[in-house]
Structure formats: C-alpha cells, structure tokens
C-alpha cells in the first residue's frame, strides 16, 4: 500500500513538472574567468512541443566569441499519468573575455508559439589570466553517427575525468608554421639517445576553433627504432582538448599519437610525419570546409653505449638498458622426491623488456630442470616498464640438501651513464624421501628437460592406448540412459499378467465349448433319429435300427466321457448310474440298445412296429438324459 | 493378413534392424580406427576429433573414453584428460589403467595450479553407495535378478501346487535383490539431477551470476570437480565440495 501511495505521488509531482511551460534559461562554465582564457556559455530552451522561432543570441559585448554549436534533442518520460516529450534546444558558445573587470552578457531571447521569452542577463567577473583556478580539462562530445568524428565542444555537465590529458611543452614560434591557424606539432622527448635508451614522440593537434572531424591519413614510419605505443588520453567519442595561449592566441590542444622508441642500432634515424585531414560540418553533417594538416619530421641521434660493459651483460643481443631490480623465489623450499618445485625469477623496472632476456638456470644438481614459462606484463605510461617472469619447474630426484645458485643481471642505465648489475641471494631447498627410477616418456604439455643426466628419468605419464581392432561398446551404459531400461522394468510383470488372463479367458472359453459340444451332440442325435425315421418309412428296417443303435451309443458315449462300444452291460449300467438315472431308465437304455443288436444279428426277427417303438423310445432315452445333471455339471 | 505373411513381415523388419545396427558399428569401427592410428602416428588434433565424433554420437564405452583422455593429456589438454578418465571410471570403477591415469593427470595439473579447499566435506554416504558400481553394472545386475524372477514366477504356473515352495522362495529372493539393485539405479537417476562435472580450461572464473560482466566470485583451475546444481542458458550454478557456488559457462564443464 506504502509502494502504492509512494508510487502515485511520484507519478502525479513528474506529471507536475513535465507539464510545465517552456524554460528558457542561461549558465556559465564558471565564474570568475582570467583574461584571454576560453570558458564556455550555454543556453537551453525546454518546450514541450510548440514552434520556436526567432531565436536571437546574447550580446556578448566584451568577449570574443571562439565557437558555437547548436544542438537539440527531446527527452520523454512515461509513468502512471501519461507519458510527456520535451524537446531541449541548447546553444553552446566558446567566449574568450578581452577586457579585466566586470562584464554582462545579454539576454538572449526566443518565441515559442507566438510567446516571447527572454533569459537573465549573466554577469562575468575578469581577473588576470592565471589567478583563476585551471578548469578541469574536458572530455568532448562527439556527433553520433559520424564514425571517428570528435565533437570538440566541451560540455557544461561535469563528468567522470579519467586522467588528465598530457599538455605539450611550451611551443617555441618555430613550432607553428608560418600563415597557419591549424597545425599538427610533434615534440620528442631527446633527439640523442643510447641505443636501447627510450625516446618518447608525442604529436598533438592545435586548432583556433572548433572542429567536427579528425582523420589521420598517414601514420609516421620511425624505421630504427623498437616502438612500442603509449597510452593517449581519449573520450568514448573523440579527442581530449586543452586550452593553451600561443603567440597571444587561444589554442584548442588535442593529443594525438604517443610512442616510445628505442633505438635498435647507432646512426641517426628521421621519424616521417604524421599526416590528418580535420573539418567541420552544418547540423545536418554537410561538410563545411576541410583542411588536411602535416607535422615536421622528427631526427634522432642514436649512439652506441660506453665500453666497459660487465660481464653477463648481452650487448650482443642490444643488451638491456633501463633500470630493473631482480627477485627470485620458491613456492616451497622442502620438497619431496618426485615433487616439483616452481623457482620463479622476476625482472621488474622500466626499459624495453620485451626484448630483454632473463638469466637462464642450465642445471641444477639432484633436480630435473624443466624449460621455463616466460610472461612479460608491459606498463605503457610515460616510461614504458612492467615485469617479465619466469616460472621454471624443477623436479627432485634425489633427497639431500641444494642450492639455487644466485642469478645476476647487467644492464645500462641511461640516467646515470653507468652499468649496472642486479642480484638475487642463493635459495637453499631440502628434498626428503626416497631417490626414484626415472624415465624419458613425458607429455606433450611437459616440456622436455633442459638437462640431461646419466639417469633415466621417468616423468609423470600415462598408460598408453589401447588400439583394438573394433571399439568395445558397453550395452549396459547405454541401456542406462535408453527406454528399453523402461521396457525391461515394464514387460515382464505385463507378460505375467497377460499370461494369467489368458488363463482364466481360455478356461471360460473351455466352458463354452462344453456346451456347444452338447448342442452339436444333441443336434447330431436328432438328425439321425431323423435318418433312421427316413429309413424305417423306406421299409429298411435294419439301416433304421443301426441308425438307432449308432445314435444311442454316440450320445451316450459324450454323456458318460468314455466309449461305450467296448463296455459290458454292467459297466454301461454303472455309467449310466453314475450320470444320475434312475433303474427303470437304465434297463430301458439298455434294452434298446439290446434291440438295436439283435436287429443287427437277426434282421427278421424285428417287425416295423418294434422299429417304430425304438425310434420313439430313443428319443425319450435322449430326451430324459438332457435332463439329468451330467459329469461336468451340465444338462437342465 | 495370414500368419505366413505377418512373419515375413516381421523377419523383414528384424532384418532391416540388424542391418542398420550392423552398418552403424562398422562406421562406428572405422571413426575408432581412424582415431587409433592418428594417435599411434602423432597427430593428437585428429585423433581427438575422430573420438569425439564417436562420443557425440552417445557412444558409451570405456575404451573410447580412455583412449580420449590420452590423446588429451598428449595434447596437454589436462582438464579434459581428467574429465575423459573420470568418465571412463564412472562406467567402468574397476578400470585400473583409466584410475591410474587419472592419478598422473591430476599430479601433474596439480603442479600447474592446485586448487586447494578448505573445508571440503565427503561426498555423502549415499552417493558413495549409488556411485560403487559402474551403472552398466548395475544395469546388468538388476536386469539378471528381476528377470530371473519373473521367470520363476512363470515356472511357478505350470508347476503343481505341493512342488510351488521352492520356487516361490526363489523368486521371493530374487525380487528382493532385485528391488534393491533398482534402488540403487533409482539413486543414480537422482543424483544424475544434480551431476558431477569437471572443470575444462586451464583457469575459469566463477561469477556471483549468469553473466560474465559480473564479480568474480573465485577461480578453479581445470580438472576440479564441482557439482552442477542447475543451469540457466548457457551458463551453470556449480558448488565445489565445500559449498562454496558460482556460475560458469557450461562450455567450460564437462558433465560426468
């Protein structure tokens, strides 16, 4: 609710303020100002919309005006009460005072739709140059959408100020060309030096006013010379400019290029100029005028160093020369066999030390000298320095006590005209443990030993390959990530439990089939009761009475569950007994199966009639059987 | 459909599978010997490349691992000779060469730079009991139990009733074993949530977040195990063992 409340008094105050009328209104870089020193003027109109028109800028009686740039932009805002556009109409105006005391600059004055409005006059105290304190040098803006463009106008909001830009030497009247308002001036810290000495170049650009576009169009070639960049203060959109006084004018003065040369071999060497194109441009980025400038060539006498060099000193290789300090340390001084210790040797000062060797460590004995990792870090401020390191592994391979020897470095320092040689103290290492085998097998990141001993080391390494005919696969690893993991959880209690349904479907299919099996075999009795009928019409009275007999015996072989053709009456008695009928049906089956024999065995001695009778009395036979309850819990 | 050409059907398709699984192997075999002799001749950029071909096709094989950590360390590529050999213990724990391997690349990254942490903790208990056994092998084990005892429940069926006790007490047994091999897959799968990894680069920075114009939290040194905790975009929350988090890119992991 808090957040709410807070939220809603924000929106309503922005929307207060965003709807305001114009302002318009005049500010002052800074106040006072010295005689003949540039400060900057600005004035802003801030509308939301309306038409500006007649725009009329300030008297600026008592100053001479350097620049002005007009600029505009629009700021919107959005939030809970709606979203407000300005447009921001700034003119900025490069003054220079030319009379002490107290001057006024006028008003300045627009219309905004149709609406006069004016700013306060400003006014400006004078004071002799110098008495004031220095500006903070600005970063310029440049122009977005001008790649490479440098914007020389400072701005009015202070900023973050990384460093501050390196300011040129005063300039002798040699130093700008004659007729020339824009020049390039190149200054080198000496013209003789030592061979290996630094020599710093620095070229800096002089303008009268202010300019939209810097192009350099030709590097300087300095062949002789080991160069190495320096670092030139710069903003994110263009140059960084001072203000200095030449010959009684205002210059505007930009850093362009600095570099630190060391001379590679005595002579004299000339550095070629350098070369730009500047310009200024309308407010549409139309180019105005353009004018391409050129700095002199710079000749420097490089001379050989003094004899006398001390031993160990690389003059063959140039030699080193600056001023470096030596250190040399140990990670551990006990180790044990096998174990490696890191010796790492540290050369530190200012000189070229990219093209500076380190002392170098051959042998050591007991120790396994492995080749060092060189690293170099490179400081490019005024004097270019840093550190360059050695780390250098060494292996133990024996126990006892050693020694690193201590390591010298000669150079030349030009300061003093003088050799020079740094030192390290000895470091003393302890190896503990048991003296190993070794071996000549080492990786290919392990550099090979620097030294080489009767023994046979054997570094650390691995096994070797293992180069079979056909890869090895592992079906279990697969099977880990793989469904059919899933499907070996989830198949077998399936199948378990299909297998059992089946079961029980198939014993009630069983079922089934029992009683269609008594369907068909009472079907079947029927249709030949049906023949032997047929028959006994047609006056064949044996056929009639072998149908008898046949369907009589089939019906009673599917009740009983066993052939009765081989049975002796008793046990057909028993079985029928067994199937539930009482006495009186038991003897009439029987009977009529006798019947059907003796027709069989004796054709003529059974007439039509009893033919008849034992068509009907099977019928009521196989009739009062269905009634019965079978074997297998069938029958009505 | 007649059951005469409903097995015709089916030879006809297990002959395509076998067909295929035959083909894939013997490229499969032709991309191991082709990294197999780069290697024997020296040429560890192109015996790198043809294993790793084989690895993105999810090949699973100790021996592709192993011989991927040699060509590493040959290389000097020590953080991923450590991350091949770690991967060919994880499927194979028994691999004598693979561990002894690992030991020497982690002597030898250890005298490169040696990350030392302070308060590591153990891995927990139940990591060290689902991680015992390779998971091919625990694949395997729990497969033999839990089918050996479906297959006795099935015997069981057709057996009659007074001769069902034995093989019920069979199959009681082997379903309990196979439970427990289960869980211990069960186990693996979680902890396959939260994985291992190692630490590929030389040197990487781990930032308070998934971006890398954050502060630097600390910095490992390549072949360190860490424990990927979850991953957001190409970036991974990682804990070493003893709980210090950080993120880094997962192109600088490799996940066991």
Known sequence: MRALLVFATTTLLAATVWAQGPSFSARLQRNPVGLGEAFSFEVTLSAEGGRMEDYRAPDFRGFRVVAEQPSQSTQIQMGGGGSFMRQIYTWHYQLVPLQKGKLTIGQASVRVDGRAYATDKVSVTVVDAGQTPQPRPRQPRGIPGFPGSSFFFPDLEPEPEPEPAPVPPPAPDSARPAGRRNFLRVVASKTRAFAGEQVTVEWFLYLTERQNNYAPTKEPRADGFWVEDLEVPQSQRGLSLTEQVLDGRVYLVAPLLRKAMFGLRPGKYTITPLEADISRVDFFGATLRSEHLKAEPVTVEVVPLPEGAPSGFDAAGGGAVGRFELSAEVDRDQVQVGDAVTLKLRLEGEGNLRKIGLPTLSRLEGFKVYEPKVGVQMHRGDVVGGTKSAEILLLPERPGEAVVPAFAFAYFDPQKGSYATARTEPIRLTVTGEARAASSSAPASAPLPAASGSENLLAIDVRPLRNRASLRRDLGGALYRSPVLLGVVVGPPLLLGLVGLMGIARARLGQESEGTRRRKLRHSANRRLRTAAAHLREGRLAPSLAEIERVLREFLTGRIGRGVAGMSREELRAGLAGLGANEALVEGTVAALDTCDRARFAPGTISAEEAGAAIDRASEIIERFEKLAGPRGGGA | ?256
């Not at chain 2, 030991?103 to 139940?126: I, M, N």
């Not at chain 2, 007074?162 to 069960?186: E, H, K, N, P, Q």
Request: glycine residues 8%.
């Open chain 2, 1 to 256: 459909m007649s059951r005469r050409r409903a097995v015709a059907l089916l030879g006809l398709c297990a002959a395509l599978g076998v067909g295929a699984h035959l083909a894939r192997a013997d490229l499969l075999d032709q991309a191991w010997k082709r990294g197999n002799e780069a290697h024997l001749r020296g040429d560890y950029a192109a015996a790198a490349a043809a294993y790793e071909q084989l690895d993105r096709q999810q090949v699973v094989s100790v021996d592709l691992y192993y011989n991927l950590g040699v060509t590493y360390f040959r290389q000097g590529r020590l953080g991923k000779a450590i991350w091949a050999f770690e991967r060919a213990l994880v499927v194979s724990p028994d691999d004598e060469d693979a561990r002894f391997n690992l030991t020497q690349t982690r002597k030898l990254a250890d005298q490169r730079a040696r990350d030392k942490l302070e308060g590591a903790e153990r891995e927990p208990p139940w990591i060290r009991v689902v991680t015992y056994l390779g998971p091919s092998t625990q694949v395997w084990l729990f497969s033999g139990l839990y089918l050996a005892c479906f297959a006795l429940l099935f015997v069981r069926r057709r057996l009659a009733v007074d001769s069902r006790v034995a093989v019920t007490t069979g199959a009681a047994v082997l379903g309990v074993s196979a439970l427990l091999s289960g869980l211990l897959i069960l186990g693996r799968l979680h902890l396959d949530r939260t994985p291992f990894a190692v630490v590929l680069p030389d040197r990487v920075e781990a930032k308070e977040g998934a971006d890398s114009s954050l502060r630097t939290s600390f910095a490992v040194h390549g072949g360190l195990r860490v424990r990927v905790l979850e991953r957001e975009r190409d970036w991974a929350r990682v804990r070493l063992a003893n709980g210090l988090e950080g993120f880094v890119r997962l192109e600088d992991l490799g996940l066991l």
